[in-house]
């Protein structure tokens, strides 16, 4: 992102080895794509910043210096961005530039708290910051990165069993084999009917993203379904068991996040849903946790 007033400069700034990284697509505005290099929690973050004069003109200026910004953006409380993390390191002092300067900046084991997110009211992002400080308007330079981070679960991982029932109409058993999941992993599941009464016309499983964002009263909440899929076309009868897989990898998911910095929360569903003959609809939701493990 740059703010250029007719900025008398070019900036470029390249962070060390970057090419080599993971890369991920940052969507931009206008369909527009970025990509960035994804870093991980304890990483240095080094690079070079690269300042060229244009035209031979002179550049005059009150210090530059560099940043590395985590920051909470939420949408309908625009223009506060709440920093959780800011390290700034002094460029160059006050003077005048007549030529390109190259100049070498670096992050040392930085904590990254928090994953990089980019949801529907809320944006984290960590970025590289250069300010060339100006009596007139200051020029500014930022640089995005993508941030990964592994906070695995505890341990216990139980499997998840639940019952749907209408009184002497429908009662049904379901189970998934875990409650917590990695982003690549298997949802494998059965489905028992023990007792039919109704019609069912079709059944369906859909994975529920739901964003929170803000603090009560000021809360917002947006559901957004990732993937929906059909599990049975027909009645079923009593004693019938249908198996489910869901594979998590062709999905774009997140973890789970909860509570980040007191800002927001990203939460997983399964939801199951019957429709009888007249369209009725009954279904069924569980919470599960996504986590994300290291590749190989």
Request: hydrophobic share 35%.
């Amino acid at each position: 992102m740059d703010f250029f007033f007719s900025s008398p400069v070019d900036v470029d700034v390249r962070l060390e080895g970057e090419e080599t990284r993971k890369q991920v697509d940052l969507k931009l505005e206008k369909e527009r794509k970025e990509s960035c290099p994804v870093y991980y929690d304890g990483e240095s973050v080094v690079g070079q910043v690269t300042i060229r004069v244009r035209d031979g003109k002179k550049l005059v200026h009150d210090g530059i210096k560099i940043e590395f910004v985590g920051s909470i953006e939420l949408f309908y409380d625009r223009g506060n961005h709440h920093e959780f993390l800011s390290l700034s390191q002094e460029l160059a002092a006050p003077g005048e530039m007549r030529q390109a300067q190259t100049f070498d900046f670096g992050f040392k084991n930085v904590e990254k708290q928090y994953e990089s997110y980019h949801g529907i009211n809320v944006k984290l992002r960590y970025f590289i910051r250069m300010t060339i400080s100006r009596r007139m308007a200051d020029v500014v330079k930022e640089k995005d990165l993508w941030v990964h981070s592994y906070r695995m679960p505890p341990d216990s991982n139980n499997s998840i069993k639940m019952e749907v029932g209408i009184e002497d109409c429908l009662h049904i058993e379901f189970e998934y084999n875990k409650s917590k999941y990695h982003l690549k992993d298997v949802i494998v599941g059965k489905i028992y009917f023990l007792l039919v009464r109704i019609k069912i016309k079709h059944m369906e499983l859909s994975i529920i993203r739901r964003e929170t964002t803000g603090a009560v009263p000021n809360q917002y909440n947006e559901s957004e379904t990732i993937t929906k899929f059909e599990i049975m076309d027909g009645a079923p009868v009593r004693g019938e068991t249908i198996p489910i897989r869901l594979f998590l990898g062709g999905f774009e998911l997140t973890p789970t996040f909860r509570d980040v910095n007191k800002k927001f929360s990203t939460r997983y569903y399964l939801n199951l849903v019957l429709v009888d003959e007249e369209n009725r609809r009954y279904f069924k939701q569980q919470e599960i946790t996504i986590f994300r493990i290291p590749e190989n």
